[in-house]
């Protein structure tokens, strides 16, 4: 069954460092996601993508937040200058249809876990 | 701003014994998701709720779908053990490019 890939499955990174997180979304798949959840806590929106473009993003998805697809097969999520409050797992997800028209889910990532020290 | 609330937050019960959990959810929305979550893991897509009166079942779960009362059910029947997780509800929000908005999840155990 075709899978969404994340890697690293853990990152630990220092405080005001960048990081990017690195997504494989399934091949026939066009909308691309990001969440987060932080540990024990419920499952955050982050930011959705189609198109080469973000088309909604949440109040966490500030300034330090991008996300790119830059070779058309990776989609990657990167925070600019880590904080600690921005441990958490993150979970890359792809759809393969614009939700509602017709019965298809999302499907998620394994997750990175991301320790800012 | 949709909001989605599940009850409860934890779940204790015995095997073979059957319970509800419940999601509801504050503005329209016609695309109700469960997902299932284990320690660590990522989220499994367990049903996909399109429609006003859609019923979905698998094994011991089955999902159920009311839009006008903005409810969804998740219905256990028979637990085992293997069925204990996270259960968590998601919610599409009408009109939005695909924002899916999360429940708290019920974290549910299910005892010999």
């Known amino acids: 069954e075709p899978e969404v890939t994340q890697t690293p499955s853990h990152q630990v990174t220092q405080m005001g460092q960048e990081v990017i997180l690195r997504c494989v979304p399934i091949s026939n798949h066009l909308y691309f996601y990001w969440y987060r959840q932080i540990l024990g806590q419920k499952v955050e929106f982050l930011v959705s993508?189609?198109?080469?473009?973000?088309?909604?993003k949440s109040e966490i998805f500030d300034d330090q937040f991008s996300v790119e697809r830059p070779d058309g097969s990776n989609f990657t999520l990167k925070i600019r200058s880590t904080k600690l409050e921005d441990s958490a797992m993150y979970f890359c997800?792809?759809?393969?249809?614009?939700?509602?028209?017709?019965?298809?889910?999302?499907?998620f990532g394994s997750g990175t876990r991301l320790t800012v020290v | 701003e949709l909001k989605v609330e599940q009850n409860p937050l934890f779940l204790s019960m015995q095997e073979g014994k059957n319970y509800t959990i419940y999601c509801n959810y504050s503005t329209t929305s016609d695309r109700l998701y469960w997902y299932r979550q284990d320690p660590g893991k990522s989220l499994e897509s367990l049903f996909v709720l399109l429609s006003n009166g859609a019923v979905k079942q698998e094994g011991r779960l089955m999902a159920s779908l009311d839009t006008k009362a903005r409810l969804s059910t998740l219905h256990i029947t028979a637990a085992v053990h293997d069925l204990s997780a996270t259960y968590f509800c998601?919610?599409?929000?009408?009109?939005?490019?695909?924002?899916?908005?999360f429940g708290a999840g019920t974290r549910l155990t299910v005892k010999p």
């Open positions: 993508f189609y198109n080469n473009e973000i088309s909604e």
């Open positions: 998601a919610v599409d929000m009408v009109g939005n490019n695909n924002d899916m908005r």
């Open positions: 997800a792809s759809s393969r249809t614009r939700q509602g028209l017709g019965n298809y889910g999302y499907t």
